[in-house]
Structure formats: structure tokens, C-alpha cells
């Protein structure tokens, strides 16, 4: 069994203490979540380059704070591109009174919980997703 690949890249830079451990981490939620892993790139990013994806890619004319890409074949292991714009990390992190290692954390896994099969585009969806992005926010906070 090969060892996913997970890497974290910075276009923008954000503090992103216990790499290593995040890592090991999120092949722990694709297991939980009975998916297999083959690889994740984390790209960290601008508001700017995020919405001239946003536009270019799915025609949406408006910040984000994440996009996720499946690049995966399909019955394939999960393998992605998820990209996070820092401005709205710590924008987020500010409106809701959170740190920014904790809005970074949520985001990251919450484009994890993308690729499990995981929405968030209505009312009921949202509520799920925000539960299982606690769940793994109190799971990881706990880990060692």
C-alpha cells in the first residue's frame, strides 16, 4: 500500500505550524471516512488569484475562501488540488472571532470533507458539513 502524497504550497505565505502532523492527519479523516487517499496539493493563495479561478474555472464572480478540484479517476483513490485564499482565512478568522491556526484548520479539512462527498450548498448540507468540521477541528486539537 503506497502512502498518500500531501503537500502544502504557498503562493502566499500563512503560518502552518505541524505540517507533519496535519499530514498524517488528514489520511486519518479519508480512512474514518472510508475513502482512499492517493494525493492532495494544498495551494495557499491570494483573494485575487482565487477568484480569476473562481471565474475562469467555475464561472462564479465572487471571492471564496476555498476551491477544491477532484482530479481523481473515477473508482480511483481520491487525488486533488485545493486552493485556499489567505486573505479570507484571516478575514474569516477575524468575523468569527477565531484564530487564524483555527479558520486554517477548519478550511483545510473542510476541502478534505469536499472530496469525502461532503456539500454545502443548502441549509441542511451546511449544518452537516459545519458538524463534521468540528468533529475533526476537536479530533486534530486532540491528537499528538
Known amino acids: 500500500m503506497t502512502i498518500p502524497i ?3 504550497n504557498f503562493l ?4 502552518l505550524r505541524e505540517r507533519a ?4 492527519f488528514l489520511i486519518s479523516l479519508f480512512k474514518k471516512e472510508g475513502k482512499k487517499l492517493a494525493g492532495l496539493q494544498y495551494i495557499f493563495c491570494s483573494d485575487k488569484y482565487l477568484l480569476e479561478m473562481n471565474q475562469q474555472y467555475l464561472q462564479h464572480d465572487y471571492y471564496t475562501d476555498i476551491i477544491t478540484f477532484d482530479l481523481s479517476d473515477k473508482n480511483q483513490p481520491i487525488n ?4 485556499i485564499s489567505v ?3 484571516r478575514d474569516n478568522a477575524r468575523q468569527f472571532n477565531s484564530s487564524i491556526k483555527q479558520e486554517l484548520h477548519r478550511v483545510i479539512f473542510h476541502g ?3 472530496l469525502c462527498g461532503y456539500k454545502d450548498k443548502t441549509v441542511g448540507e451546511s449544518k452537516e458539513m459545519r458538524n463534521k468540521e ?3 477541528l476537536g479530533l486534530f486539537d486532540r491528537s499528538t
Do not use: M, N, P, T
Not at 12 to 15: F, K, L, M, T, Y
Not at 80 to 83: D, K, L, N, R, S
Open 12 to 15: 502566499e505565505s500563512i503560518g
Open 21 to 24: 502532523r496535519l499530514k498524517k
Open 87 to 89: 486573505d479570507r482565512v
Open 6 to 8: 500531501i503537500q502544502f
Open 80 to 83: 486533488a488540488e485545493i486552493y
Open 112 to 114: 478534505a470533507l469536499h
Open 134 to 136: 468540528e468533529k475533526y
